[in-house]
């Protein structure tokens, strides 16, 4: 997963443990590289030679990093060819929207409090207007933010029970600059047209807290640990959505 559009903290501080490992694994390779005759063989003067050189400690963490990504999305993928397409499909989990018979699938995990879901919105959002007559949506509350992103979803649940306004209500609140708390989310929803009474109280019922653990439950299965995350056609991504990368996976 990239550093820049990985989308939470927790990704974040994967990326950094992992480039320290990067760099102490790339020394290491050094060391058995002096030990083989292809560096200078004392300590010293392999310290000389890599200050002298310190393209090469770069250019091997570079290519660790680079290596360790792409294993993380061959896992990725098999995790989610093993899940299978219909399970992010299931009513319990997502909402769903678009022809039940589409040949073009789109699903998305997201938290309303991810700056990476936020910079994701336009492709999305153009995307999906421009096709929601002939591609099904799965549109899949995931909040790893903290309690603010926890309400958040669970207000987003909620307002599937509202399921003419839930993605006016959804759009709404992806499209914030400031964190998505009650006081904001709640405007946001009288915005959409939610009868908001019905909204608090429909939030407070054990099945909203049982779809956002089934959310969870489905994201580990599939080796999701970013928001956002999107499957296009059955190929996933995560972080952030740029036009060139969904025109990539619509075209795969």
Known sequence: MDIAPGGHMKGWMQAAAGGLG????????VFAGARAGLFPASNA???????????????????????????????????VDKVG????????IA???????????????????????RGSLPVVKKYYE????????????????GPASSVAARAAIAARKQPDKYLAFHFLLMGETDLVDEDLLFDDARK???????????????????????????????KIDGTPAFIVNGKVHEG???????????KS
């Open 192 to 222: 959409a047209g939610l009868d908001v009474n019905k909204l608090k109280a429909d939030m407070e019922t054990a099945s909203v807290g049982m779809e956002i653990a089934a959310a969870h439950t489905l994201a580990e299965a599939s």
């Open 45 to 79: 003067a392999i310290h000389d030679y890599l200050m002298s050189h310190p393209d090469i400690l770069i250019d091997m963490t570079n290519k660790l990093q680079a290596d360790q990504a792409d294993a993380e999305e061959r896992e990725r993928q098999a995790a």
């Open 130 to 145: 421009a096709h929601k007559g002939d591609t099904r949506f799965a549109f899949i509350e995931f909040p790893i933010k």
């Open 85 to 92: 397409l219909k399970a992010y499909f299931d009513p319990r």
């Open 22 to 29: 990067g760099a102490v694994l790339a020394l290491a390779l």
């Open 95 to 117: 909402f769903i929207t678009g022809p039940a018979n589409a040949r073009t699938t789109m699903v998305e995990f997201f938290d309303y409090n991810c700056p990476y879901c």
């Open 240 to 250: 952030l959505l740029q036009q060139k990368t969904l025109d990539k996976l619509l």
